[in-house]
């Protein structure tokens, strides 16, 4: 189950947010969210609201969780190809060495490439998985290159620079080599085509028959097969390299634990301990029963203040959904904020008793929905420089049935995110009229907010599947399914009146402005990550767009939803917007029982039909129009800067933290600071 959700810049441009749920001591009138602007990416800074006002115990115990999320960046970069590393120590070595030119077009597009790859922790695009080709031609890159003192350069055990260019010339500018990342191509073997490095020399069959010899269909706990390993051959039997203490990524990990061990000597609880402890051991072992362990202790932990991910964790980049990309991300639960997600969960029962599905899909019994709000202190591995909005783990389905699972939505994130965007003329250009540009004023940030919070608490834990049914038969279609499901159990509830019952909301229209940015972004806006000419690959781009052409198509009938021509320019239309929730919950009904019975033709039906191809004309239209208003489809952070005071003797007396580090500057940092992998692995 993939569960990550990632805010879309699109359907969240210029809304207004209320900051004084967040007075503290940093002064947002001054905070400078932008950092960065190249390619397609914006970079922007995030505040640790409320930061100072942890004990310095709870300060202390950031820091050191930090430094354990810091350490990881180079595993994932090796995960995400085996030439990475090396072409970006390359980079950087070029970056800081090189004395000729640097005012030239070959050297800014050079600049921007190395940008690009911090981006995308590699070679290829952090959303559209497509090789990101250099604008500076094989022959500049090899004149520099040749042109810098090899001792400076990190060359490999003394490979010169001839073999070294050899080596990552072609996977850097042929495009036939490594094109994606994954790929996730109809009819073609997906785990040979996929750049990734989880698998190597081994074909996707040989792949299916290794997992699926480990599989017990009576085993109603089953470890998460896969989750910590390379795929290799060996004297021609397919075998796993265990990332762990002593295998694969040792180093890494070896500092990983290091900085863990002083984190669980200050936790904040035993509780609390157990839980790093575990982690620790499951680093050591390597053992999946243990990280089960783990996670189970670890949900069953909802009263720290400070909480981590720290791990193998979403499988969205493995083409067959099983290698974990590691991930890390330290917290602590914003108090205020999370009475509102408390309010949700403590009513979990009634929204699943009250769903549109069929009774036979639904849970008779919601079990530990837990579900907070928090403020973001780092971001590590697969959540940085991109991040995530809201999160729900574990991933293993089981612990989810048994132990449930928890839920957070990142509260000073999504701020920086509205700070970052507004007045960037987005509403204005895409609303059909100014009711709508309201409305989106209105009522945008705290629908976007409930949005997040009823899919992430109530709509990834709703719903059972039929005894026998393994969400593995709908496989590539399982996660746009997956994501499908929850939008639309939030989307559906948005408009229940117990929203504005439970004083969720203040007006039983609110729900109209999600409504509409949600199909807007769907059908028309989201385009504007795709190039021209590509289908839709990515799992919740594909969920948004089956959603919103599921409705259009619907809702022709009866008029409730339409795209329109206006002065040559197509805007969304909303006429019954009743009816239109009606219409989200029969797609509701019809994907819950999807993925109950493990229906993979109708899954496959549905995301083709509905999720997959672009609309030519429009996407054409969509793109010229946001051409025009110069925004970032991509946003990223840098991290702000933690340290330690220590008085005379040593001790620890304070955290200090600091937001001035530029992009450049803290991407150079962590490639100094934290990078201790060989460059092949
Ligand atoms: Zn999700």
Known sequence: MLT????????????????????DDIDYTTFEY????????????YPVSGFNSLSLQQKELIYYLSQAALEGRDILWDQHNRYNLTIRRVCEGLYENYMGDKSSDDWKNFETYLKQIWMANGIHHHYSEDKIMPQFSQEYFTTIVKSVD?????FRDGMAADETLNEIIPVMFDPAVMPKRMSQAQGS???????????????????????????????????????????????GEVVEKVWKLGGMYDKAIERIIGWLEKASAIAESEQQKDIIDTLIEFYRSGSLQTFDDYSVKWVKDTDSRIDFING????????????????SIVNFKSIEASKRTSIISDNAQWFEDNSPVDDRFKKEEVKGVSAKVITVGILGGDTYPATPIGINLPNADWIRRDHGSKSVTIDNITFAYDKASEGNGFKEEFMCSDAEIELSRKYGTVTDNLHTDLHECLGHGSGKLLPGVSTDVLQAYGSPLEETRADLFALYFLADPKLVELGLVSDQDAYKAQYYSYIMNGAMTQLTRIQPGKDI????????????????????????????????????????YEKLRVLFGELLSEVQRIKSEGDFEAAKALIETYGVKVNQDIHKEVLSRYESLDIAPYKG?????????????GNVVDVTVSYNENYIDQQMRYSRQYSVLPLKN
């Open 4 to 23: 990550t959700i990632f805010l879309f810049a699109a359907c969240n441009e210029g809304k207004k947010t209320d900051t004084e749920t967040i007075a």
């Open 34 to 45: 932008k950092v960065d602007r190249f390619a397609d990416i914006e970079i922007l800074r």
């Open 150 to 154: 090899p001792g400076r350069m990190p």
């Open 189 to 235: 073997d997906i785990v040979q085509t996929s750049a990734v490095n989880f698998y190597e020399e081994v074909t996707q069959i040989e792949g299916e028959n290794f997992y699926n010899s480990m599989r017990d269909p009576n085993d109603n706990t089953p470890v998460s097969y896969g989750l910590n390993s390379k795929v290799i051959k060996e004297n």
């Open 312 to 327: 193998f964790i979403e499988t969205y980049t493995d083409p067959m959904g099983l290698k974990g990309s590691w991930e």
């Open 537 to 576: 690959e990515q799992a919740h781009m594909r969920n948004r767009a089956t959603i919103s052409n599921w409705v259009l198509e619907k809702g022709k009938e009866d008029n409730v939803v339409a795209l329109e021509k206006k002065d040559d320019k197509t805007y969304l239309v909303v006429n019954d």
């Open 637 to 649: 952070f840098v991290n702000p800067v933690y340290k330690l005071v220590t008085d005379d003797n």
